[in-house]
């Protein structure tokens, strides 16, 4: 007899499916809590808020490079996201100051 088998042939007809596990016994996963900052994580609360504030895209590059993503891997799309951002940011500050230069 193997594990999550019908003991019985009766028992096992065509399309019935046996229960494994018990209703009751349900354990919250790792990741079905919430994400900090309004449900929306880190990442994507620091790449919204951004837009105000530039330098919250750099705070967020330094969570990705520093691999805070590893605790929770569904802020890792958030932190990339700002760090892309904070990428073209510099880009577009360095021609900004290249043009009021020059």
Do not use: H
Request: contains cysteine.
């Amino acid at each position: 007899m193997f594990k999550g088998q019908a003991a019985e042939a009766t028992e096992r007809e065509k399309g019935k499916y046996t229960l494994i596990r018990d209703v009751e016994d349900s354990q919250l996963g790792m990741y079905d809590k919430p994400l900090p900052c309004f449900g929306c994580g880190i990442g994507w609360f620091s790449f919204l808020l951004g837009f105000l504030c530039p330098l919250m895209w750099y705070y967020a590059t330094v969570l990705y490079f520093g691999n805070y993503y590893r605790k929770d891997p569904r802020e890792r799309a958030g932190l990339a996201a700002s760090a892309i951002a904070a990428m073209g940011f510099s880009v577009v500050l360095f021609i900004v100051v290249l043009i009021l230069l020059f």
